[in-house]
């Protein structure tokens, strides 16, 4: 399993992915789940997986194909495209088709496989956004009403970004914002780990501005959720029914 999270806010993009994959309590590996891509001042694109390991390497190696040799098969490459809307298209189109390939070589163990993305980005002179992708290839969009996405086991971490995101929360608190939602997803789901991919795409930047690997040993990730367990636990005795 995973968790992977991005934020679209006015100052900009803030992203956050786990590393854990696991086939079995006894198969368990660190893979990265964000993949960067970006002529600097030009574009940047950020892809965030979850899912089938098989399904979304094979997607990322095939667009990055796309790049090195655009004129293979007339594959359309994700730093060529016009819109951020063509890159979630291009995106939606190869996972769709890696999905399709690798399903019909499982067929016979009778194995389904499956994988989502976060796509999210900005090309120099149009708008900031993020795309969910999910395996059929269709995706929907981040808004000012839910300016966030999620992807993998996203269910205990939405709370806190229900509460807390607006599209004008600062990129320091958004920063604050989504470690907790990890957190709070790293304590209830052992199939989601340590280390943490971190980055930033500031707005009209068109290049990522902060990229971290935070480690399970990071003193200040640490402090951060002793900090907020406490918070929790002070909240609760304050609490009157």
Same mark, same amino acid.
């Given at each position: +399993? =995973?968790?992977? /999270?991005? *934020?679209? *806010?006015?100052?900009? +993009? /803030? *992203? #956050?992915?786990?590393? $854990? =994959?696991? &086939?079995?309590l006894d198969n368990i590996a660190t893979y990265r789940k964000m993949f960067t891509f970006e002529v600097p001042g030009e $574009?940047? /694109?950020v892809l965030l997986t979850a899912g089938s390991l098989s399904v979304t390497q094979t997607t990322i190696a095939r667009l990055r194909e796309s790049i090195e040799h655009p004129e293979t098969d007339g594959a359309r490459?994700? #730093? &060529?495209?016009? =819109? +951020?809307?063509? /890159?979630a298209e291009i995106v939606g189109n190869t996972l769709a088709s890696v999905r399709q390939d690798i399903d019909g070589k499982m067929s016979a163990s009778k194995v389904s496989v499956s994988a989502s993305m976060i796509v999210a980005g900005q090309r120099k002179g149009g708008a900031m956004r993020m795309f969910l992708i999910y395996p059929e290839g269709n995706f929907i969009e981040a808004t000012e009403d839910t300016p966030y996405l999620q992807i993998g086991e996203h269910k205990y971490g939405k709370p806190i970004l229900d509460r807390v995101v607006t599209p004008d929360t600062s990129l320091e608190d958004a920063r604050k914002a989504v470690l907790l939602s990890m957190d709070s997803t790293l304590r209830s789901n052992?199939?989601?780990?340590m280390p943490l991919d971190y980055c930033v795409i500031e707005r009209d &930047?068109? =290049?990522v501005s902060q990229v971290q690997r935070i480690e399970a040993q990071d003193e200040d990730f640490r402090a951060m959720s002793q900090a907020w367990s406490n918070a929790l636990r002070?909240?609760?005795?304050?609490i009157r029914i």
């Open positions: +399993m =995973t968790y992977c /999270v991005g *934020l679209l *806010l006015k100052a900009g +993009m /803030v *992203l #956050l992915s786990d590393t $854990r =994959t696991n &086939a079995g $574009r940047a /694109v490459s994700i #730093l &060529a495209a016009q =819109t +951020m809307l063509e /890159v052992l199939s989601v780990g &930047a068109c =290049t002070d909240g609760f005795q304050k």
